[in-house]
C-alpha cells in the first residue's frame, strides 16, 4: 500500500523540529485525518536558507512533510510556491488515493508560511491570491482525489 520512500520518510523524517526565530511560519490543518502541520522558515533575501515542520498526525502528513521540506530546502520563496502536492506525491513513488489530502496539507502549509512572510513583509506573490491559510482545507480532496 504505501510506497519504500514513503515508510521511509516516515521512519526517518528530516527536517524535524522548529526554528527559533523564524522569519515565517505556517500551520495547517485537515478535520478528516486529524492532521496538523506546522512548517517553519528561515529565509535570507528570498532564499529558504533552512525550514523545521512538526507534524501531528498519519504516517502519510509526516512523510509528506519530510518530502516538501527537503524539495524546498534552498530554493527561493517563489520556487517553494510552486511546489504543488502532486510533485511531493511523485517524489515519494505515490501515495495511497485516500490519502492524498495528507500532501494536499504539505503544500498548504509551505503556502501558508510563505502567506506569513508576504504579510510580514508587506511581500505580494500572485501565487497566494485567493488563499486563505484560515480555511479548512478538507474540500481539496474534491480535487485532488480523482
Ligand atoms: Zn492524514
New binding site residues.
Partial sequence: MYSEKVMEHFTNPRNVGEIENADAVGQVG?AK?G?IMKMYLKIEGDTIIDIKFKTF??G??IATSSMATEMIKGKTVKEALQLTNRAVAEALDGLPAV?M??SVLAEQAVKSAVYDYAQKNDLYFEELEGFDPDEDHDHHDDHHEE
Avoid: E, P
Fill in positions: 485537515n485525518c492532521d498526525g498519519c502519510s502528513a490519502k489530502h495528507c
